[in-house]
């Protein structure tokens, strides 16, 4: 088979960029003093705390595109001026928001990310990663875990995450939106650095909402597309867009609800394309080897092209960003982030065979397997 890959050049400039930005990320532990770095790290958590509660005010949102004083901030949200203005100084100081003289604040490109008219918003994967739910499993939970080898999140609220979602509305909504907001950070230069003009059907397992299906079939006018998740995030995406994309391309666009570790959608042709992004790493290898076995049925007598973005770890000296992402799939599911040996064993034992990486310009890859 012919590579999917597409801007092999503009890839490659990207990947040495961000080797480049992990090199320097480094950096301080050469240069500031072990005691006093070590207190850096030991107290990230007050950066992590004040981003939230800014996040979670609306801060963004209220600034706009105007620069504001912190009186006036403080006025529109009924906060203490004083506590707002060190909040705030706190925060600019660090590159989210902008001291544009004194007392008065702007947003700049960091703080524009919170705002919720914003394409590039991760304003809810902030929210969810500092909410009450979370938090409580790395303060409470972590400790107990690494001893009894549990799931943090089982191990605070006596069930998995999923189970958690089922009961609780308004957390899952939130995990919901959050899942959207993915495409915000890892970007969308995914659908152009890999080739999806050769197919004529996706069907996007765990899509949520369907925005990445929805981003596909506009530059892909000749697709259709079929969402599949849990039943009731699909009936929210189906009232969410149903009064907000043209009946042309509502037209190309179905959803249907159930259990991806119970069965997943047939596929119908050669030209069927399976997408799944940050699915595997939120499950074990038992887990994914429900979904690989589901997934072989699925594909019948035919041999669709199944697309896996999600990270692939080094085997040593692990990416910054992928060890942290990996400690978030400990704390919440039963999930990690594979190296390439452990996914090409995964696929192995199913009969599928990884065909090609396709490397994206972003922190994951892009893994594309047939079966076998």
């Not at 595109?65 to 203005?85: Q, V, W």
């Not at 994967?125 to 690494?146: D, F, I």
């Not at 030209?271 to 076995?293: C, G, N, P, S, W």
Request: charged fraction near 25%; proline fraction near 3%; aromatic fraction near 10%.
């Amino acid at each position: 088979m012919d590579s999917l890959q597409r801007n092999g050049f503009k890839v490659k400039m990207f990947q040495r960029a961000m080797g480049f930005a992990n090199a320097l990320s480094s950096l301080p532990n050469k240069l500031v003093p072990p005691p006093f770095r070590i207190i850096q790290i030991g107290s990230a958590y007050w950066q992590s705390r004040a981003l939230y509660v800014a996040t979670d005010l609306g801060i963004a949102d209220v600034l706009g595109d105007d620069e504001l004083s912190c009186d006036d901030i403080a006025d529109r949200l009924k906060l203490h001026t004083d506590h707002l203005y060190r909040l705030l100084r706190m925060l600019a100081s660090f590159g989210v928001f902008k001291e544009c003289r004194e007392r008065f604040f702007c947003n700049n490109e960091l703080s524009s990310c919170l705002r919720i008219d914003s394409s590039k918003s991760v304003r809810n994967m902030v929210l969810l990663h500092n909410s009450t739910e979370m938090s409580r499993c790395w303060y409470e939970a972590l400790g107990p875990a690494l001893k009894t080898g549990q799931v943090p999140f089982v191990q605070k609220y006596q069930m998995g995450l999923f189970d958690y979602l089922d009961h609780q509305a308004e957390f899952d909504r939130l995990f919901t939106d959050a899942m959207t907001s993915v495409e915000a950070l890892t970007g969308t230069d995914y659908l152009e650095d890999f080739d999806w003009s050769r197919f004529d059907r996706l069907i996007d397992v765990g899509g949520s909402n369907g925005s990445k299906a929805i981003s596909i079939l506009k530059r892909n006018p000749h697709m259709r597309a079929l969402v599949f998740d849990r039943q009731q995030v699909i009936e929210n995406a189906v009232a969410d867009w149903r009064d907000k994309i043209d009946s042309e391309l509502l037209d190309r666009l179905s959803f249907t609800g159930g259990d991806m570790l119970k069965a997943v959608p047939p596929a119908r042709s050669e030209r069927d394309i399976y997408l799944f992004v940050a699915v595997f790493h939120a499950m074990d290898d038992v887990q994914a080897e429900k979904i690989l076995t589901n997934l072989s049925k699925a594909c019948g007598g035919y041999r669709p092209t199944i697309a896996i973005i999600d990270c692939v770890a080094e085997d040593q000296n692990i990416n910054p960003t992928v060890a942290s992402l990996d400690m978030q799939m400990l704390i919440g599911t039963d999930g990690r982030e594979r190296t390439e040996t452990e996914w090409r064993r995964l696929f192995d034992r199913h009969d599928f065979a990884l065909q090609e990486i396709v490397l994206l310009r972003t922190f994951a890859k892009l893994l594309v397997i047939k079966p076998g």
